[in-house]
Nanobody
Framework: QVQPVESGGGLVQPGGSLRLSCAAS????????MGWYRRAPGNQRELVAA???????QYADSVKGRFTISRDGSKNTVYLQMNSLEPGDTAVYYC?????????????????WGQGTQVTVSS
């Protein structure tokens, strides 16, 4: 399974900001909608934000107004700008192509999503 490479995570205080990047090579990534997911300890993976090939976006209610997803199609890169971070945002973040938009579903329904990037929000 070809995996995108996530980066940009780190340890920040509540109220801080991070920008995550997803470098994804191949037509399955550049030609499809892309989503950012996260998984906190003890929780299932959940969709945080998604962007379609045409630029439409959707967000989890918990991050609306704080996170912004964007895409650089020519460079096969997807970004997640995270502002006003909260302790509840602490998780490992992953990006994956989507196979449907409503509802947003990941193309790969398995646990082989690579390392992701760790975001920790703590004082």
């Amino acid at each position: 399974q070809v995996q995108p490479v996530e980066s940009g995570g780190g340890l920040v205080q509540p109220g801080g900001s991070l920008r995550l990047s997803c470098a994804a090579s191949g037509s399955k990534f550049s030609g499809n909608a892309m989503g950012w997911y996260r998984r906190a300890p003890g929780n299932q993976r959940e969709l945080v934000a998604a962007i379609s090939s045409g630029g439409s976006t959707q967000y989890a209610d918990s991050v609306k107004g704080r996170f912004t997803i964007s895409r650089d199609g020519s460079k096969n890169t997807v970004y997640l700008q995270m502002n006003s971070l909260e302790p509840g945002d602490t998780a490992v973040y992953y990006c994956q192509p989507l196979r449907s938009w409503y509802p947003a579903r990941p193309l790969y329904e398995n646990d082989d999503w690579g390392q992701g990037t760790q975001v920790t929000v703590s004082s």
